[in-house]
């Protein structure tokens, strides 16, 4: 166990802003603990291309087109777990709980795939903001057995982490001052519900077009790269609640 560690690069995030540096004293992190790879994912919405929501990963060199073409994401154990975790939580131990769900088989041999591809065991550590899951990070490999007081602080570290990394290249406005009209505001409390265009035109009573003005208006203003984006950012500037 190395406390000592984790506490100094806690420390040393707070002082780093650089995106290279970050995930490069990040990779050292993990390198010395055992884990071979990791992902820094936003929480995808409705509209999210999947690959703009890899702030940072490394994984093995297959693994990612064997994931898509097989469509792991509907049944993977650990994402269906991670929708409704509070805290962090260990690969190997979501399968149990889901013993009765209709994609079992299909479950665990995603699982084996995992493993055949240098995936065994890992940890995902959920990131939360007040609208609920914004993200997590997720470091694994080889099994590593991590004591409570690590795992802990890897906690804290995958929540400085996560939002450097959102934050890195000063390309968000931080300004709490950001201006939306009415209409906006609008769809942007629809949006942070989870409506898609099609709802939001229909409570709004305008058209699909419209909306996705509104949208693009609220990420351009917000300088948001998606509307996932835009939903954590006026959540974090207090523009809604």
């Not at 889901?98 to 699982?111: N, W």
């Not at 954590?232 to 207090?238: E, H, K, M």
Request: with cysteine; aromatic share 10%.
């Amino acid at each position: 166990m190395n406390i000592n560690l984790l506490v100094q690069f806690i420390g040393l995030l707070d002082e780093l802003s650089c995106r290279e540096e970050i995930i490069a004293e990040f990779e050292r992190l993990i390198d010395h603990y055992g884990f071979d790879y990791y992902g820094v994912i936003r929480q995808p919405g409705p509209h999210d291309d999947p690959m703009s929501l890899v702030l940072s990963g490394r994984w093995p060199e297959r693994w990612p087109e064997i994931y898509i073409r097989k469509k792991y994401i509907i049944v993977d154990p650990t994402i269906l777990y991670l929708n409704h975790a509070r805290a962090a939580f260990r690969w190997r131990d979501t399968i149990a709980a889901f013993r009765s769900a209709p994609h079992r088989t299909r479950m665990e041999r995603m699982m084996v795939d995992a493993r055949n591809n240098g995936l065994e065991d890992g940890y995902i550590f959920p990131v939360h903001a007040r609208r609920g899951l914004v993200g997590n990070i997720t470091v694994g490999g080889k099994a590593v057995d991590l004591h409570p007081a690590e795992l802990g602080l890897f906690d804290s570290v995958a929540k400085t982490l996560f939002w450097k990394l959102e934050n890195a290249g000063g390309k968000e406005k931080a300004d709490a001052q950001v201006h939306l009209t009415r209409r906006e505001m609008e769809a942007l409390r629809y949006l942070a519900d989870g409506m898609t265009s099609h709802e939001i035109a229909r409570v709004l009573s305008i058209s699909n077009h419209t909306v996705d003005w509104y949208m693009n208006g609220i990420q351009a203003k917000l300088n948001a790269k998606n509307r996932h984006h835009a939903v954590a950012l006026s959540f974090r500037l207090g523009l809604i609640s």
